[in-house]
């Protein structure tokens, strides 16, 4: 969707090579189409129906509440979900942190939210926010800090509560509010894949249908950081030992310079000295 002022650009995936990640890097936003297939979807609904049955449903509605009423979410992706773990390594993934994080982490990227999103009838919009607000104490506009994902399951549209964006506001100061004709929703068929910077303002756009607006979000974040999802909680010790070890990598399980080490590597701290310790011996010599 377009407004006055602003537009999401649209691109077919087998297209994105030659167009490149300029409209994205531009208007921190963009839409992918023809990701996933209907029976990968059909799927992903099957793996994560007995944990959406069961998750909480937001009833009535606390205007000042980050996630609003009528709507039902769970987590934990990756242990929930052979599709979703296939959608976290998605090749896609590498292209955008490649670009956007690479740059502000030599070394790795990892997984940073999961979570299956419904947006049921009645449900308001979600207030504008950026991903990277958990990391105030970077003035804005922040480095590129976190990359984006809405896997649309179903089809995503205004009245349904599509996510709605700010395109552009990846640059803006911090004082700086969208006025209602910045804000555009994100409308895409089933399949298509939702990208945006962590420095642009978004949120979950309200539903006015009777129908559920069903998405996954899958955020990236470079490997410095706190993950905003705790992965080594998310995912059980007995689940990982059996993933490969590029998965492992992605949910963080991997040292990444000196951070991150634990003796479950190795029995004792050997593993600490040998990734990290003898980078930062160098860099201080
Ligand atoms: O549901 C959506 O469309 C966006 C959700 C979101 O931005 C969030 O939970 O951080
Ligand atoms: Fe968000």
Redesign the pocket.
């Known amino acids: 969707m377009t407004t006055s002022s602003g537009t999401i650009p649209e691109v077919r995936l087998e297209d994105l090579a030659a167009t490149g990640i300029a409209p994205l890097e531009e208007a921190g936003c963009l839409v992918i189409t023809g990701v996933t297939g209907a029976s990968e979807r059909d799927r992903l609904r099957e793996e994560l129906a007995e944990g959406m049955a069961g998750a909480r449903v937001w009833e009535g509605d606390d205007p000042k509440a980050?996630?609003p009423g009528y709507?039902r979410?769970i987590a934990s992706m990756v242990a929930r979900s052979e599709t979703a773990r296939d959608w976290v390594m998605h090749p896609l993934a590498k292209t955008l942190c490649d670009h956007f994080l690479l740059p502000n982490c030599d070394d790795r990227y990892q997984l940073h939210?999961t979570?299956a999103?419904e947006?049921g009838p009645g449900a308001r919009k979600?207030v504008l926010?950026r991903?990277e607000d958990a990391f105030q104490f970077f003035p804005l506009p922040r480095p590129n800090l976190i990359v984006?994902t809405?896997w649309s399951v179903t089809d995503f549209t205004a009245e349904n509560?599509?996510?709605?964006l700010v395109p552009g506001s990846h640059r803006w100061p911090r004082e700086r509010r969208a006025t209602r004709d910045e804000i555009v929703s994100a409308e895409m068929e089933a399949g298509s894949v939702l990208i945006w910077l962590g420095g642009t303002l978004?949120?979950?756009?309200a539903n006015t249908t009777s129908d559920w607006r069903y998405?996954v979000?899958l955020t990236y974040s470079v490997g410095w950081l706190r993950q905003e999802e705790n992965q080594s909680l998310a995912v059980p010790r007995e689940m990982a030992r059996e993933f490969p070890q590029e998965l492992l990598d992605m949910i963080g399980d991997t040292m990444n310079g000196s951070l991150g080490f634990s003796e479950a590597y190795t029995g004792d701290i050997a593993a600490a000295a040998e990734y990290g310790g003898a980078a930062v011996v160098e860099m201080n010599r």
Do not use: D, K, N
């Open positions: 980050f996630f709507t979410r939210v979570a999103i947006i979600q926010h991903e984006a809405m509560g599509a996510t709605l978004h949120a979950g756009g998405g979000i």
